[in-house]
């Protein structure tokens, strides 16, 4: 439910697309998410391509981290189970702490579209140092999924009774 008597409040959020072999032309994931992004009032603060490598998936999330103009990094592919599927390694290697309810939350509504495949999604979200970081398989069904159905509510300091966006401010308490 969003509480229209809130003032909106935009997040800056950096989109990475993990592949071996998409470029801009054909990064449909990644289009889709900036797209939705900007539509829901946000900040698209940065987009890049990254090789399915872990040292460089976690080089580009350990740089936004440290950005004080991301608060948000969303990424979609190297999600499944072959051998260059590394994004979830590479976020767990850099969380402060996981949020394991975003992960089996996105699987539960997979499930209700391609039922059993879910299976194979290791989507994951965490923070580290203060920045929100969500991991996401590289379909755009996926992504689309995963933004519909949780992050545009919990991005929204709006979202009642909670939010991921209302915590923003004291995530580097200690």
Not at 38 to 63: C, M, S
Request: proline content about 3%.
């Amino acid at each position: 439910m969003i509480d229209e008597t809130k003032t909106f409040i935009p997040v800056r959020i950096a989109v990475m697309t993990v592949s071996d072999s998409r470029d801009e032309a054909s990064d449909r994931s990644g289009a889709t998410l900036v797209e939705r992004a900007r539509d829901a009032g946000h900040v698209v603060a940065a987009k890049r391509i990254v090789k399915d490598e872990q040292a460089a998936i976690e080089a580009q999330l350990r740089d936004w981290i440290a950005d004080e103009e991301v608060d948000v990094v969303i990424a979609t592919g190297g999600t499944g189970v072959t051998g260059r599927d590394v994004t979830p390694e590479a976020f767990e290697a850099v969380y402060d702490k996981h949020i394991p309810g975003f992960g089996e939350l996105f699987r539960w509504i997979s499930f209700q579209k391609i039922a059993t495949s879910t299976i194979q999604s290791r989507a994951t979200g965490g923070v580290a140092g203060g920045t929100y970081l969500f991991a996401l398989p590289g379909s755009t069904g996926a992504v689309k999924d995963a933004w519909d159905e949780i992050l545009v509510y919990q991005l929204d300091i709006r979202h009642r009774p909670c939010n991921f966006a209302e915590l923003l401010p004291r995530l580097r308490e200690r």
